[in-house]
Structure formats: structure tokens, C-alpha cells
């Protein structure tokens, strides 16, 4: 790979997970429609995407297969596993996803993902890059990224959502369309 870094972290090559996360919300309905792909979330065969999921990311050491072929048949698993855990909620990994600390780390998950960039590059050898400090590093700068941004935007575009269009639909929408996890 050398200096090819931009390779795996550029939005090209990862656009495919957030393409997949997009379509299984688009079609979930008429999936959850179809017989087979019913059958499929009832069968003992999802316990398998686990170890799919690990098998594929163990090719990360051939970039062909990987980029070619690994990386989308993985977050293709991904998504098929977080639905099968939506569907089925009252087992122990859908009561383990709906647990108070899992449902704030989804909540926080898009500051953790953006500050744990600089507090876990593999590339970056300084003192915040070091354990503890990467993991104390990334939670500050998460809890302070949400309270003080996200959480503050979220609550502006309600007021604007209310002066622009009356009752904020999208809390309606987000409220009856999403299945608890």
C-alpha cells in the first residue's frame, strides 16, 4: 500500500458502505416484503456474517481482492446484520444494541468517528496517538463536538424547520419510520 493512504480513506472507496446503508433504507420495506430475504433474517445462517465479516476484512493484505471485492461483500454483511438486529430486537444482540450506553455511542457516532481520526491515525507518532490518550483525546473532543455542534445545530434546525414549515416533519417522520434497534 505505501504511501497510497488516501486509497482506503478517501470518500471513493468508501462511499459503497454509505450507498448500502442508503439502499437498505430505501428498499427495506419491500424487502422485508420478499419471502426468501424473510427467510433469511429467520435462519441460523446470520450467525455466519460475523465471521464473513472478519474473513473479508482479513484480505486487506491484497488490495485487489480487497478494494475489488472485499470491502463493499463486507458492508454488504454489515447492513444485513444491523437489520437482521433491528428485526429482531428481543434477541440478545438487538437488547445488547438497545442498551443505554450502545444507544448513546449511536447517537454520538458521528463525532467519535470524525475525532478519532487525529487521536488513531496509524501514521501520527506523537503523544496523542499513545494509549491512554487517544481514547481519553477522542471522548473529550466527541462529547464536546456533540454538545457544543451537533446537539446545537439539531436544536436550530427545529426552530427553523418550525418557522419555515410549521410542525417539524422530520421528527414525525424520523419517529414513526425508525424501528427501535
Known amino acids: 500500500w505505501g504511501g497510497s493512504h488516501w486509497i482506503l480513506k478517501g470518500f471513493h472507496t468508501n462511499m459503497d458502505a454509505l450507498a448500502i446503508g442508503c439502499l437498505l433504507t430505501l428498499f427495506r420495506r ?4 420478499n419471502t426468501i430475504y424473510r427467510r433469511f433474517l429467520g435462519s441460523r445462517i446470520v450467525v455466519f456474517l460475523p465471521l464473513l465479516i472478519i474473513a473479508f476484512n482479513l484480505l486487506y493484505d491484497h488490495p485487489n481482492l480487497y478494494l475489488g471485492f472485499s470491502m463493499s461483500a463486507m458492508n454488504i454483511c454489515i447492513a444485513l446484520l444491523l437489520d437482521w438486529a433491528v428485526t429482531n430486537s428481543d434477541s440478545v444482540f438487538g437488547k445488547a444494541l438497545n442498551a443505554a450506553p450502545m444507544v448513546t455511542l449511536g447517537g454520538m457516532s458521528y463525532s467519535i468517528y470524525l475525532w478519532q481520526q487525529p487521536f488513531f491515525d496509524p501514521n501520527a507518532h506523537n503523544i496523542l496517538t499513545t494509549f491512554p490518550i487517544n ?47
Request: zero cysteines.
Open 30 to 33: 419491500s424487502l422485508h416484503s
Open 135 to 181: 481514547f481519553i483525546g477522542t471522548a473529550v473532543m466527541s462529547l464536546i463536538s456533540y454538545y457544543l455542534v451537533e446537539k446545537l445545530a439539531l436544536r436550530l434546525r427545529k426552530v427553523w424547520d418550525t418557522k419555515l414549515f410549521g410542525k417539524p416533519k422530520t421528527e414525525k417522520l424520523i419517529a414513526s419510520e425508525q424501528p427501535a434497534v
